[in-house]
């Protein structure tokens, strides 16, 4: 029995060492990432430094190269897809979770999550064929007063930040709208029958589990923008590829991802493959730091919506 109770210890400390060092593998990867960005962007960050960052001219020709217009790009075409994603995610998640009919249910939800899986090439060639003509037919159709504005400015091609944003909120709304519906099937039934029992309507109950669940929502809507931040293809194909920074909504700009698939395979020399590196670093940086911020957010929330309960549980107490 001893030796029994010996070998089922060491089997469980030898299991615990086992997944220890397999949850390390992923801060060594991370790290393992950065140190090989830094590495391959050594030239670029000793000759411009923090100018880096702050450079509007991107001109491999002349050697000067600055990141700001993509980073402009890449936050402001990711922003504004959240902005237009989020409400229609928390609209399909709600809808699948509470309102959808039964037989309807299980189909939608097939849909929702088949969205997730077309390549983003085949997003690209939909815009370009879809969404490019309806963002110039809609630019055309504005007054000349309003066009005027620095918001709606900019040639009629179609191509440009709109684009950008429509078809990553296109993107991002399954990924957002399928963890929004699984926070919300798991907020506890007695929630929603407590709101009923007390003469709450069913839009009412819906708000309750929505609070409920607030903090799994808001990580749902920083996965989407984790998505929208990192995205390729869809994005070069319509957002015109112009490095520059536009408040525009119909401007031609350029992303940071954008500008690494378009001109790795041409960057003639080591400052120009340099810089290319130093622009994936940046981008690796940003997103570290988005998605750090969505952290705090989801802590904040969380710690928030605890606090009654430890001062009820105080009050009780006392």
């Known amino acids: 029995?001893?030796?029994?109770?010996?070998?089922?210890?060491?089997?469980?400390?030898?299991?615990?060492?086992?997944?220890?060092?397999?949850?390390?593998?992923?801060?060594?990867?991370?790290?393992?990432?950065?140190?090989?960005?830094?590495?391959?962007?050594?030239?670029?960050?000793?000759?411009?430094?923090?100018?880096?960052?702050?450079?509007?001219?991107?001109?491999?020709?002349?050697?000067?190269?600055?990141?700001?217009?993509?980073?402009?790009?890449?936050?402001?075409?990711?922003?504004?897809?959240?902005?237009?994603?989020?409400?229609?995610?928390?609209?399909?998640?709600?809808?699948l979770s509470d309102l959808s009919p039964h037989a309807l249910r299980q189909p939608l939800i097939f849909l929702t999550e088949l969205l997730a899986a077309i390549p983003s090439i085949v997003y690209g060639l939909w815009?370009?064929?879809?969404?490019?003509?309806?963002?110039?037919?809609?630019?055309?159709s504005l007054p000349d007063r309003l066009r005027a504005t620095p918001l709606f400015s900019g040639p009629p091609?179609?191509?440009?930040?709109?684009?950008?944003a429509l078809i990553l909120a296109v993107m991002i709304t399954p990924f957002t709208a399928s963890v929004a519906r699984e926070i919300l099937r798991a907020v506890?039934?007695?929630?929603?029958?407590?709101?009923?029992?007390?003469?709450?309507?069913?839009?009412?109950?819906?708000?309750?589990?929505l609070f409920y669940g607030?903090?799994?929502?808001?990580?749902?809507?920083?996965?989407?923008l984790g998505r929208a931040l990192g995205e390729t293809m869809a994005v070069t194909m319509v957002i015109g590829n112009t490095p520059k920074v536009s408040l525009s909504l119909f401007a031609p700009q350029y992303t940071m991802a954008a500008v690494i698939a378009n001109e790795f395979t041409e960057a003639a020399d080591d400052l120009y493959l340099h810089a290319l590196v130093e622009i994936g670093l940046v981008l690796f940086i940003v997103t570290v730091v988005?998605?750090?911020?969505?952290?705090?957010?989801?802590?904040?929330?969380?710690?928030?919506?605890?606090?009654?309960?430890?001062?009820?549980?105080?009050?009780r107490a006392a």
């Open 1 to 95: 029995m001893a030796t029994h109770s010996a070998g089922t210890r060491g089997d469980g400390r030898l299991f615990r060492i086992t997944t220890g060092l397999v949850a390390l593998f992923v801060p060594l990867v991370v790290a393992g990432i950065a140190v090989v960005l830094i590495h391959g962007s050594l030239l670029s960050i000793k000759e411009f430094g923090l100018r880096f960052w702050s450079g509007t001219t991107w001109d491999p020709v002349a050697g000067e190269f600055g990141a700001l217009p993509f980073i402009w790009g890449t936050l402001y075409s990711s922003f504004l897809a959240l902005l237009i994603s989020t409400p229609v995610a928390l609209g399909i998640a709600v809808f």
């Open 188 to 209: 506890p039934r007695a929630q929603r029958e407590g709101a009923f029992a007390l003469g709450a309507t069913r839009w009412e109950a819906i708000r309750l589990a």
């Open 290 to 315: 988005v998605n750090l911020m969505s952290r705090i957010l989801i802590w904040s929330a969380t710690t928030e919506s605890r606090a009654p309960r430890r001062r009820a549980v105080v009050a």
């Open 157 to 164: 091609l179609g191509i440009g930040m709109l684009s950008a």
């Open 214 to 224: 607030r903090s799994g929502i808001l990580g749902a809507v920083m996965l989407g």
């Open 127 to 140: 815009g370009i064929f879809v969404l490019v003509p309806l963002v110039r037919q809609i630019q055309t």
